[in-house]
């Protein structure tokens, strides 16, 4: 049995239980670490770092022992070294609690003997779930999504570890967590899906934010016999660098277009309501031209609301969607002073990017990536005013 998918790439059939999924995970991890704990940091990126003693010392089927008193909470597994114990609580298709995250940290620390307690929320969520910035320090999060695609990329470990890698990369096929295997045109939102989340693990500081659209849309009672939703041909997945990754703030973001299969990424901007945008966009559109073209990135300009992607529109609305890709430097000024259709919704995004191909997606989007950080990032996170200062330093 294969799992079911969403057109947006989300899973909503799950093939094994959460517990199976939490013991085959603890197995393969104590396994490597009879080696040592290089494969098990390295699923972790920058969450935790253990030292070469580390054990497992709990799992669902052998529990850490109770706390002297209150609720116990059980933690699905527990790993822990000379200096420290770090228990996870794994989530699939479910939601956090605080009153179980705080018990099981309570409970990490009845255990601890002297050591640094830990506990990590690992979850399907995409981005840092709102309860965890809510929550003590010592609860931290990471996603199975990107704990997998940092076994998929197959990058920073030796030739040790390919054993492990190989049935690891099996383990997160089998339950539904499959890795960027290029851009598939029959399941092009899947296929960008995908290369979204492994693109951000291959660039420190770098996560993904938020998509959009969120989740099918549905046309409004009254222009469609019911409410039957619609499937949108553009799709912006952002990313998460400094900012908070929302589409509607300055951030790196991935934009794709189904029907004509077009992928790119670059810098979003988004003007509408902002007025501050706006005055800089219009004051410096002659120099923000001349340095896109200095830059050779193209400007896609587009209006980013429901009505995207709508095939059927109401007599006399106009459609929604106008991806121009400017090329003159007389246009490119023209749009950046376009106060007139920033203030409505028929150009409220800007995106300053690259294309990519899609045969080569994911070295092509990295690399772009990283050249839009050199053009675009500030001390506070990326920002279209660093274009102008980078040009002026030079």
């Known amino acids: 049995?294969?799992?079911?998918?969403?057109?947006?790439?989300?899973?909503d059939q799950d093939i094994r239980d959460e517990e199976t999924f939490n013991n085959c995970f603890a197995d393969l991890v104590d396994d490597s670490l009879a080696l040592d704990a290089g494969f098990l940091n390295h699923l972790l990126g920058n969450e935790v770092t253990f030292e070469d003693d580390a054990k497992v010392e709990g799992t669902d089927l052998e529990p850490l022992s109770y706390r002297d008193e209150g609720t116990d909470r059980k933690i699905d597994f527990t790993i822990g070294d000379?200096?420290?114990?770090?228990?996870?609580?794994?989530?699939?298709?479910?939601?956090?609690?605080?009153s179980q995250l705080e018990g099981e940290l309570a409970k990490l620390e009845h255990n601890a003997d002297g050591r640094e307690p830990i506990l990590i929320a690992i979850t399907e969520d995409i981005r840092r779930p709102s309860l965890i910035k809510e929550l003590s320090t010592d609860i931290r999060w990471t996603s199975w999504f990107k704990i997998s695609q940092f076994v998929f990329s197959g990058g920073g470990l030796g030739e040790e570890w390919?054993?492990?890698?190989?049935?690891?990369k099996k383990m997160f096929r089998e339950f539904?967590?499959?890795?960027?295997?290029?851009?598939?045109?029959?399941?092009?939102?899947?296929?960008?899906?995908?290369?979204?989340?492994?693109?951000?693990?291959?660039?420190?500081g770098l996560d993904t934010g938020e998509r959009w659209p969120y989740q099918a849309i549905k046309e409004p009672k009254g222009t469609s016999t019911g409410w039957k939703p619609i499937d949108p041909d553009w799709m912006l997945l952002t990313f998460s660098d400094g900012?908070?990754?929302?589409?509607?703030?300055?951030?790196?973001?991935?934009?794709?277009?189904?029907?004509s299969q077009e992928l790119r990424v670059g810098l979003a901007i988004r003007p509408w309501q902002d007025k501050a945008l706006q005055e800089f966009l219009c004051d410096n559109a002659e120099a923000l031209a001349d340095r896109v073209?200095?830059?050779?990135?193209?400007?896609?300009?587009?209006?980013?609301?429901?009505?995207?992607?709508?095939?059927?529109?109401?007599?006399?609305?106009?459609?929604?969607?106008?991806a121009d890709n400017p090329s003159s430097r007389e246009e490119l000024v023209s749009a950046f002073s376009d106060r007139a259709g920033m203030e409505d919704d028929g150009a409220n995004r800007f995106v300053l990017g690259y294309p990519v191909e899609l045969s080569n997606a994911l070295e092509e989007s990295v690399t772009s990536l990283k050249k839009l950080r050199d053009?675009?990032?500030t001390n506070d996170g990326p920002a279209i005013e660093a274009l102008l200062s980078e040009n002026q330093s030079q």
Request: aromatic residues 10%; glycine residues 8%.
């Open 162 to 168: 390919q054993p492990t890698i190989s049935r690891a």
């Open 293 to 322: 073209i200095e830059a050779e990135l193209e400007v896609v300009q587009f209006p980013l609301n429901w009505l995207v992607g709508r095939k059927n529109l109401p007599k006399g609305t106009k459609k929604a969607v106008t």
């Open 1 to 11: 049995m294969q799992p079911s998918w969403t057109v947006y790439g989300q899973l």
């Open 243 to 259: 900012a908070s990754g929302d589409s509607n703030e300055t951030c790196y973001a991935m934009l794709s277009n189904k029907r």
């Open 176 to 204: 539904g967590y499959e890795g960027f295997d290029g851009i598939d045109t029959e399941e092009f939102r899947v296929s960008v899906w995908e290369l979204w989340k492994q693109a951000a693990t291959q660039i420190d």
């Open 375 to 377: 053009l675009f990032e």
């Open 82 to 98: 000379s200096s420290k114990i770090v228990g996870f609580e794994s989530k699939r298709r479910d939601s956090l609690s605080k």
